[in-house]
C-alpha cells in the first residue's frame, strides 16, 4: 500500500514528473508517525485521540516522563510500527531551551530499524 508523501507542516511533495509523490515501506511509517506526534489531540473530528500534540508543548517546562509515556502511547498506536519490537524514546538538553527527541522503532513493513529525531 502507499500513501501521498506528506511531511508535517508542509506541502504535499511533487514526483520528477510534476504529478503527486506518493512513498510507501519505512517512509510511509516515518511520516505518519510525524504526522501523528505533530498532531493536536481533537484535531480530526472522527478520531479525537489521534495525535500527540508535540509542537504545542514547545515553551513549556519539560516533564521528561510525561512525553516518553506520551511518544510510546502513539508509536503504539502507529500500524507502520512493529509492536512485537522495543520502542525506545530518549529525551536529550544539547543546550538550555533546547530538547532533542530520538526514537528508535522497527519498521512492520520492512523489519528494519528507523531512527526518528525532533528538534526544539
Do not use: F
Request: proline share 4%; charged share 10%; hydrophobic share 45%.
Amino acid at each position: 500500500m502507499s500513501a501521498l508523501s506528506h511531511i508535517a507542516g508542509g506541502d504535499l511533495a511533487l514526483s520528477a514528473t510534476g504529478g503527486l509523490s506518493v512513498v510507501t515501506g519505512a517512509e510511509q511509517t516515518r511520516q505518519a508517525l510525524l504526522r501523528r506526534l505533530c498532531t493536536n489531540p481533537g484535531a480530526y473530528i472522527w478520531q479525537p485521540a489521534y495525535g500527540a500534540g508535540l509542537p504545542a508543548k514547545v515553551g513549556a517546562v519539560m516533564d521528561e516522563a510525561a512525553i516518553r509515556a506520551l511518544v510510546l502511547a502513539q508509536t503504539q498506536a502507529e500500524a507502520g510500527v512493529d509492536q512485537t519490537r522495543p520502542v525506545t524514546v530518549t529525551l536529550t538538553t544539547p543546550k538550555a531551551g533546547a530538547c532533542l527527541l530520538a526514537i528508535s522503532y522497527t519498521d512492520a513493513t520492512t523489519g528494519t530499524v528507523q531512527e526518528l529525531t525532533l528538534t526544539g
